[in-house]
């Protein structure tokens, strides 16, 4: 047997995990300690939100050290942050001749055993496969669903598992699969989802082509008529699809969204109570989803799709199951910070407060969730806090970064928030450059290095009076990107809260 698959049966398998606080890695302990593995796990003492997610299993992170690996240990599963030649736990887990996985690899390995769907895109993949989940919990399928965040539905969770899906041969298997490093690559899906395709991690794809590229690759590596289903609204998934497809002409092509042809041809038709209502040509009735954002809508179509396509794979009628589908889109509520909801509060002035935390780290998520919001939230004055992510994508999508913040009435920036995977030193380019650049697209930009410093200056604006005639509801406060300034929004919440 390879070194590289994990073994069918997980009972009583004592396997370590090397960086255990991450979201995918979180996700895969909960998978496999409830298959009945014996899990330890290693990481950073900073608390993450994936702290919860080990607790509630009755596990603790291990701080970084070779005394972690003990004799009993059978596998080490491992982060790509973290390097065999550079942790202790990985230095001696290698001297002890312990398979050592990549999450990716034991990720793939799992999937082998399943009938697999990846969900896959530079934007979306998130809320797709939450929704995806959601709606799964409501049908009669034995499954397994594996997210990139903690899910509200899913019971603040990252994964979901049916009842049944022990008792199953060959459980349905969703999951979020990554395109950074072609990570996807490891895993092995009988269907594809595919939700957007532009530039992005310029560190390791320096041109559009070459990102595309790596998609095209992974919608190969599905077996003889398998199923991709694309976003037929954005022009790098259709590329993508499209060249695949040249290569493989037995795969069969699903389009969903307003382009689309077939079943999942999406009718927006706007927002009304905080709603979002829409037709799929495959349903009779209206659907509903409750987070804001036309994108939230096509993600919704494709998560629509992986559920009526597994039904007809299970050999069942989509149709007979419109209500429940219908029923699992309104359950759906978000995920751990994608358009999350922090907190609703007053200010001193009696001023009405919401506080949202977003992900949303590349130019087009920055400008469509903001579009988004400024929709679903019409009657809100909207100041928006952002972190941007990685030197390289900064560097590369300056003008793009400076531009996407339309929607917004106030713009709040910081530092660069630094990947261990590059060097600042290495880039000439800071959050101040960003700023400057900013500034240029929009008449109200603030800039503070370190998050905190811009507390005490946030706190004043929102207790500022508003023009009731252009912002009768209130404030939205927006944090966003895939930086630590999630933590600014807690603060700004409990402040209010006193």
């Known amino acids: 047997m390879s070194t590289k698959k994990l073994p069918e049966n997980l009972s009583g398998v004592h396997i370590h995990f090397v960086g255990i606080k991450g979201t995918g890695m979180a996700a895969l302990v909960e998978i ?12 950073v003492s900073e608390r993450f939100y994936t702290d919860e997610i080990i607790e509630k299993l009755g596990l603790k992170a291990l701080p970084f050290s070779e005394e972690n690996i003990s004799d009993s240990i059978q596998y080490v599963i491992y982060s790509s942050a973290y390097k065999l030649d550079k942790n202790p736990d990985l230095i001696a887990a290698v001297k002890k001749n312990i398979p050592c996985l990549l999450y990716t690899e034991a990720l793939g390995s799992y ?32 499954c397994q669903v594996l997210a990139g965040s903690v899910i509200n539905s899913f019971g603040n969770s990252c994964t979901f598992t049916s009842p049944d899906c022990a008792s199953s041969s060959r459980p349905y298997f969703v999951a979020e699969t990554c395109e950074y490093q072609k990570h996807f690559m490891s895993f092995c899906p009988q269907k594809i989802v595919l939700t957007s395709v532009e530039p992005d991690h310029q560190d ?51 389009p969903y969204g307003e382009k689309a042809e077939g079943d999942y041809k999406l009718e927006f038709k706007g927002v009304k109570n905080e709603l979002n209502s829409f037709t799929l040509s495959i349903f009779n009735k209206p659907l509903a989803l409750k987070v804001p954002g036309k994108h939230e809508v096509r993600d919704a179509c494709a998560a629509v799709a992986v559920a009526c396509e597994l039904l007809k ?62 929709e679903f939230y019409s009657g809100r004055k909207i100041i928006v806090d952002f972190m941007s992510h990685t030197y390289s994508r900064t560097q590369a ?4 970064f400076a531009s996407s913040f339309s929607s917004a009435d106030m713009v709040v920036l910081h530092k660069i928030y630094s990947s261990a995977r590059e060097n600042p030193a290495d880039f000439s380019i800071t959050g101040k450059t960003l700023f400057e650049e900013t500034k240029k697209d929009h008449s109200c930009v603030h800039y503070f290095e370190e998050i905190m410093d811009a507390k005490d200056f946030i706190l004043s604006e929102l207790e500022k009076p508003l023009n009731k005639t252009k912002y009768p509801d209130g404030y939205l406060f927006v944090t966003m990107g895939a930086g630590n300034n999630w933590i600014l929004g807690k603060e700004i ?4 809260e006193k």
């Open 204 to 254: 390791f794809y320096p041109t559009y082509e070459d990102i595309r590229n790596a998609f095209v690759d992974y919608i190969c590596k599905l077996p003889e008529g398998g199923q991709v289903i694309y976003c037929a609204d954005d022009a790098g998934a259709v590329d993508a699809v499209n060249i695949a497809s040249k290569k493989r002409s037995d795969i069969k092509l699903i």
């Open 32 to 43: 496999l300690f409830n298959r009945g593995a014996v899990i330890t796990g290693s990481d």
């Open 111 to 142: 999937s082998e055993r399943a009938y697999s769907v990846g969900i896959c895109g530079v934007h979306g993949k998130t809320s797709t496969t939450g929704l995806s989940g959601t709606i799964l919990k409501e049908l009669d399928l034995p």
């Open 397 to 400: 999508l300056l003008s793009e």
């Open 313 to 374: 794979t299970a050999g069942k009628n989509p149709c007979d199951y419109e209500e429940k589908i219908i029923r699992g889109l309104k359950n759906f509520s978000g995920g751990k910070r994608r358009s999350e909801i922090v907190g609703a509060a007053r200010t001193k002035a009696g001023e009405s407060v919401v506080i949202i935390d977003d992900y949303g780290h590349h130019p087009t998520a920055v400008e469509t969730t903001l579009s988004g919001f400024r």
């Open 493 to 496: 919440y409990k402040e209010l």
